[in-house]
């Protein structure tokens, strides 16, 4: 594995060879390939130390590529998507990617991306814990959640939860502050700092998510409170 290798997944050669040339410059070596199914013989050869993945590849989509590619890999990815609707699908379903960027978007702001996804994993494919500013103790409790941040770990009524790196992140800031409504604006803040193009809409999609988690473990769980028009907290005592 390289820590500089990037694995490309596109099938238009005119915006892949931007976004080599961007990385190029950088001192990352790009990698590209135009197919699905050339994107998974290649993660497996080359293990690369991040991802950019095209939506709409001619062969297979690149959501069942990144599905196939956490059956044996936690590579970093960032998916590339043509439409904005395509934004809901991708952060509405956990398949493991790190972030997603819109076309048309500037070849430097992905290789930023890229950056502080690689920083954030230790400049490595290897699963890692997300690099969380403010910190909180080693391990911190409410009644039934329990964080492990020199874990990057939640657990809940005893049961550790299998989280995305943003669900992680957005469960552990509500986690820190019970009872404190906290809006969407914070929570983007806070949470997606790193992406200043993430959708509001995101941090709803997000807390879905995390609900339908909570209840896999306690059907009547129902700890994130939702306060119309003002965001979310996190139920004291929950």
């Known amino acids: 594995m390289s820590d500089k290798t990037i694995l490309i997944v596109e099938d238009e050669p ?4 931007s976004i080599a040339f961007a990385l190029g410059k950088e ?3 790009p990698h590209h390939v135009m197919l699905g199914e050339q994107a998974l013989a290649a993660a497996r050869d080359l293990a690369p130390a991040l ?3 095209d939506v709409g590849l001619p062969d297979i989509s690149g ?7 956490r059956q044996f890999t936690e590579v970093p990815v960032i998916f590339l998507t043509a439409r904005s609707d395509e934004i809901d699908r991708i952060v509405g379903l956990e398949i493991g990617a790190d972030d997603y960027v819109t076309k048309p978007f500037s070849p430097r702001e992905l290789v930023a991306r890229v950056r502080v996804i690689l920083r954030r994993a230790g400049n490595g494919a290897a699963p890692a814990a997300p690099a969380v500013p403010h910190a909180a ?5 409410t009644p039934a959640f329990e964080l492990r941040a020199a874990e990057a770990r939640i657990l809940f009524a005893g049961q550790p939860l ?16 019970p009872g404190h409504v ?19 809409r995101t941090v709803d999609a997000h ?3 995390l609900r339908a988690k909570l209840r896999a473990i306690d059907d009547n769980a129902d700890p994130i409170q939702t306060h119309r028009g003002m965001g979310y907290s996190l139920q004291p005592g929950a």
């Open 14 to 17: 005119a915006i892949a060879d």
């Open 27 to 29: 001192g990352f070596i």
């Open 51 to 53: 991802v950019i993945l």
């Open 63 to 69: 959501l069942d590529v990144c599905r196939r590619l």
């Open 137 to 141: 103790p080693a391990a911190a409790r």
């Open 162 to 177: 299998d989280l995305t790196r943003y669900e992680y992140l957005l469960l552990k800031t509500l986690v820190e502050h």
């Open 182 to 200: 906290l809006s969407r604006a914070q929570l983007m803040d806070r949470v997606w700092c790193d992406a200043p193009e993430t959708l509001d």
């Open 207 to 209: 807390v879905k998510s």
